[in-house]
T-cell receptor, first 115, second 112 residues
Framework: DAGITQSPRHKVTETGTPVTLRCHQT?????MYWYRQDPGHGLRLIHY???????DKGEVSDGYSVSRSKTEDFLLTLESATSSQTSVYFC??????????????FGPGTRLTVL | QQQVKQSPQSLIVQKGGIPIINCAYE??????FPWYQQFPGKGPALLIA?????SEKKEGRFTISFNKSAKQFSLHIMDSQPGDSATYFC???????????FGKGTRLHILP
């Protein structure tokens, strides 16, 4: 497996609280992504990064912000969590090593429950 | 706007059968079509991928068939096994550095 870790792996929080999810890679890949996975919706891109301090929005970015101050870390923040943000969140990386630039490697996921 | 449409949503096949999952895309600029496999509790992982200059690609028991004129591609699993039970995602992207657009996934169950 590509060296990608996500923390925490599970989190339960209350509506209105801020939440930060962390993705850490040891592969020196250029691109990093945050997805959410929900039944019936598949994988939907929230935000992505194409370099340190370079980020852009995906298709479901409302209510989320990201930061990337180092190559290896990509943080996803829910400023004020809502129940609609209950989901499984996946980080992915691409753009490095022997793989195709298009090939994405996924982390193990974070299950977030907002009560 | 969903750019990659995947069907069926779920599929049950007897062991040894050949499940087929279909995808259709809209953007003719797409030039990379991967399939990802996801087991419960895990992140998706690349299974096989094709570029539009070929009509078929095989890797072991997995085959992608690609029809450029119809803007469709499909995944076939030969001699399917219970261990193939997983969720499969088709996807598409354009260019070396582009984002990947995923289909909504197919939950496949292979009966023993």
């Amino acid at each position: 497996d590509a060296g990608i870790t996500q923390s925490p792996r599970h989190k339960v929080t209350e509506t209105g609280t801020p939440v930060t999810l962390r993705c850490h890679q040891t592969e020196n890949h250029r691109y990093m992504y945050w997805y959410r996975q929900d039944p019936g919706h598949g994988l939907r891109l929230i935000h992505y990064s194409y370099g340190v301090k370079d980020t852009d929005k995906g298709e479901v970015s409302d209510g989320y912000s990201v930061s990337r101050s180092k190559t290896e870390d990509f943080l996803l923040t829910l400023e004020s969590a809502t129940s609609s943000q209950t989901s499984v969140y996946f980080c992915a990386i691409s753009g490095g090593g022997s793989g195709s630039y298009n090939e994405q490697f996924f982390g193990p996921g974070t299950r977030l429950t907002v009560l | 706007q969903q750019q990659v449409k995947q069907s069926p949503q779920s599929l049950i096949v007897q062991k040894g059968g050949i499940p087929i999952i279909n995808c259709a895309y809209e953007n003719t600029a797409f030039d990379y079509f991967p399939w990802y496999q996801q087991f419960p509790g895990k992140g998706p992982a690349l299974l096989i991928a094709i570029r539009p200059d070929v009509s078929e690609k095989k890797e072991g028991r997995f085959t992608i068939s690609f029809n450029k004129s119809a803007k469709q591609f499909s995944l076939h699993i030969m001699d399917s096994q219970p261990g193939d039970s997983a969720t499969y995602f088709c996807a598409a992207s354009k260019g070396r550095d582009d984002k990947i657009i995923f289909g909504k996934g197919t939950r496949l169950h292979i009966l023993p």
